[in-house]
């Protein structure tokens, strides 16, 4: 019976409440290949040492891998990530076709067993949890700049949104979604804020690359209107904030230099104008 990797990830899923990275399974099997093979568990070879401690209780607990070939027998050396991801692809589509109470979720950290959100009242209910708190709408546009703009401080959200940011960041470092990243290099030295890997899980997203692209502003758009915004003077026209200009709009007005000559009236040109 071939070795059956499948089988093996879904037990290493189950013995861990963590989740398992790429590199984690294969470090695994690394070790498995480094340690001392097992002791033989031949009936011959214990009935020759019958005054060994322990004889038989070590005939009756000590299992028989020779018989499990599909789990110990020609064990690859070494098993490529792309194995791994097809195992672990394998065992997500099984779980979600049985309709199981578990899902396989490959998240920011690896690869981790989770309870089906239908089931989330039953776990609550288990460990005595409220039901979760939903972010109101000013703490998820608050996190919409972190993420996007990170590392971002109190000031350059607050200029973006235009409304006070306190509340919304105290929310959001409450729940672990962004923490304090450093200090920007401005005067004062204003606190900077990015996303956790919480984060990461909240979103179902593996990396920040992974985050929609915003085909509003570009960062260099965005630069641009925070000095301006912070350098109050001629409000932004549409064009410099991104947006599309209206009809009529976009036409360059003629700056030319205008010159205005100035006649004086000479004593000859009044008799001139005179009427006979």
Request: proline share 8%; charged share 25%.
């Amino acid at each position: 019976m071939a070795f059956n990797l499948k089988k093996v990830l879904r037990a290493l899923l189950f013995s861990s409440n963590q989740p398992l990275a790429i590199k984690d399974i294969q470090a695994a099997f690394g070790r498995f290949h480094e340690a001392p093979a097992a002791a033989p568990t031949d009936t011959a070879e214990i009935a020759a040492t019958p005054d060994a401690p322990g004889t038989e209780e070590a005939e009756e607990s000590a299992p028989d891998e020779s018989q499990d070939l599909d789990l110990y027998g020609e064990v690859p050396s070494l098993i490529t990530s792309t194995q791994i991801r097809e195992a672990m692809d394998e065992l997500a589509a099984e779980l979600r076709a049985a309709d199981d109470s578990l899902l396989l979720i490959d998240g920011s950290s690896g690869y981790r067993l989770v309870t089906h959100p239908r089931f989330a009242r039953w776990v609550r209910v288990l460990r005595n949890e409220p039901p979760p708190v939903r972010l109101s709408r000013s703490a998820l546009e608050t996190l919409a700049i972190v993420a996007y703009r990170q590392p971002v401080t109190r000031g350059e959200i607050e200029t973006i949104r235009g409304v006070s940011a306190d509340a919304g960041l105290n929310k959001l470092i409450e729940r672990d979604l962004i923490y304090i990243v450093g200090r920007a290099d401005l005067p004062g030295r204003p606190i900077q804020y990015g996303t956790t890997d919480q984060f990461l899980e909240f979103t179902g997203v593996k990396s920040l690359d992974e985050l929609p692209a915003s085909d509003v502003l570009s960062n260099r758009q965005i630069d641009d209107w925070l000095q301006t915004a912070m350098n109050p003077g001629q409000p932004p026209a549409d064009a410099e904030m991104g947006l599309p200009l209206e009809e009529g709009e976009g036409e360059t007005p003629n700056l030319e230099a205008v010159s205005v000559e100035h006649h004086v009236e000479t004593p000859a040109d009044a008799g001139e104008n005179k009427t006979p």
